[in-house]
């Protein structure tokens, strides 16, 4: 009985057909670029995905591959300015670009996306940008973060300690189009984020987050966002300000969470689906 049951699974999984597909969307003027990792079957739910700055374009740390295999949908924003998306990069324009994918999920007809339960959610700057989205639209219910830049503390530090500016200035030099992969200003983004911490700012907006679900992942040899700088605040925050639904997992790994991803995928999996 046990191997018949086992034949009907692998019967089964094999006729479910995967797979990954672009699509291009309006989002004010621009057409930006969307990956959707999703099969012929009804997923039980549909993620977006933010990727951390410069990444993607195609997937965020596996979790769309990932993800897709195990009855969900997946699509990957690839902002405005990034990559093949069009237009200019700009924190501003990225909330509006994750508003734009999230509505077009909404309205979509198309048989392997769910239009109604959504997850919005992201790695290190996309975790951070999804949770400010999230700040401003009351319509989002549950969101993840892997490593979430609070970008506030990181502007904060940024004109506090030298050694530190000079390090962020370097890396968003080194994304800058035309050697990187996307377009913007980096002065201008600098500028961006320090006249407007209240809108990008994690811990300012905490009593606005404190009634959704959320999970927050972290690493414990990450050195970007590390969990005493950026994580814990955030938590606590988020628990002062009255978040009942928040859970915090924490792994021995770096940035990438290139040796704990399974586990990952694990934990993300079961929090969308409990």
Known sequence: MK??????????????????????????GSNIILTIWSSDVYPTATVLVVPGWGGGPSDVLGIGKALMS?????????????????GTASFANALEDIEASLEWIKKS???????????????????????AYAARDTSVRRIFSV???????????????????????????????????IR????STLSELKENQKIYGLTENADKLADRSMIIFGGWEDRHTTIDDFLLPNYRAFKTAGAED???????DNHGFSSVREQLYSDLLMWIKR
């Open 3 to 28: 191997r018949l049951f086992l034949l009907i699974l692998m019967i089964v999984g094999a006729s479910i057909v995967r797979s990954q597909s672009i699509t291009k969307i309006d989002s004010h």
């Open 70 to 86: 195990r009855g969900l949908a997946v699509v990957v924003l690839s902002p405005r300015g990034w990559h093949n998306s069009e």
């Open 109 to 131: 007809e198309r048989s392997d996306l769910n239009s109604t339960n959504l997850v919005l959610g992201g790695h290190s700057w996309g975790g951070g940008i999804s949770l």
């Open 147 to 181: 490593a979430g830049t609070d970008h506030s503390i990181l502007i904060r530090q940024y004109l506090a300690d030298e050694e530190f500016a000079v390090m962020v200035k370097k890396i968003l030099t080194s994304t800058s189009a035309p050697d990187g992969p």
């Open 184 to 187: 913007f200003g980096v002065e």
């Open 246 to 252: 928040i859970t915090f997992k924490t792994y021995h």
